[in-house]
């Protein structure tokens, strides 16, 4: 069993001559995991804020509106069928009175209905904004993923690589997305005057 478990096993002649590459480590920054676990939670809780006026708005809507086509559809029917009447006239002018009420009703509920469209146009509106905003956010964490390949690359030498990630950055116009505000923890530069440090010294 030993001798066939030998025999399977590769033979690789002169393993000293090709060492094993060393193993890079490129765990991401422990800052920039924290602030897209808090845009991901501001994602989903405005969202959420979002579908619940949403689904409010909408229950409430077809709630009023089926119970003013109820009210009304049987507030005519009663007066219609007392109109051919005679006799009811009595009962008619109740009708009518009732008929009012139910329409002074239904005026209030006409004003809930707009006030319910009001909020959920300032909803849509706040919508808008905070997904903007998210984007920025999203196009922000792009630009600092290619700044960190991009200051990692050039403290290990790697001018080419550097130059060619540089290039690829640009083209799709993310370096303008880049912090201009100091968030590495260093004394020095932003993320942005970082990368323009980088990039004098490795494109000419």
Not at 58 to 87: G, V
Not at 180 to 194: H, L, M, Q, V
Request: proline share 3%.
């Amino acid at each position: 069993m030993a001798e066939n478990r030998r025999s399977s096993e590769p033979f690789i002649e002169d393993a000293h001559r090709f060492p094993e590459e060393p193993r890079k480590d490129r765990r991401p920054p422990s800052s920039e995991q924290e602030a897209r676990r808090k845009r991901t939670q501001q994602r989903r809780r405005r969202n959420s804020v979002f579908q619940y006026i949403a689904v409010l708005f909408m229950a409430a809507f077809i709630l009023l509106l089926f119970t003013f086509m109820m009210e009304r559809r049987q507030s005519q029917q009663q007066i219609d069928d007392l109109k051919q009447s005679n006799s009811a006239a009595q009962t008619l002018q109740g009708l009518i009175d009732e008929n009012a009420q139910l329409k002074t009703q239904t005026d209030a509920l006409e004003d809930q209905i707009k006030e319910l469209q009001g909020q959920l146009a300032a909803a849509e509106e706040e919508y808008g904004l905070l997904r903007g905003q998210l984007q920025g956010e999203e196009k922000s964490t792009l630009a600092m993923h290619w700044f960190w390949q991009i200051n990692e690359a050039y403290v290990r030498g790697k001018t080419k690589l550097c130059r060619e990630l540089i290039t690829s950055m640009e083209e799709q116009k993310f370096q303008n997305d880049l912090p201009k505000e100091n968030i590495t923890g260093t004394d020095r530069f932003s993320p942005y005057d970082r990368y323009m440090e980088i990039r004098d010294k490795v494109i000419k």
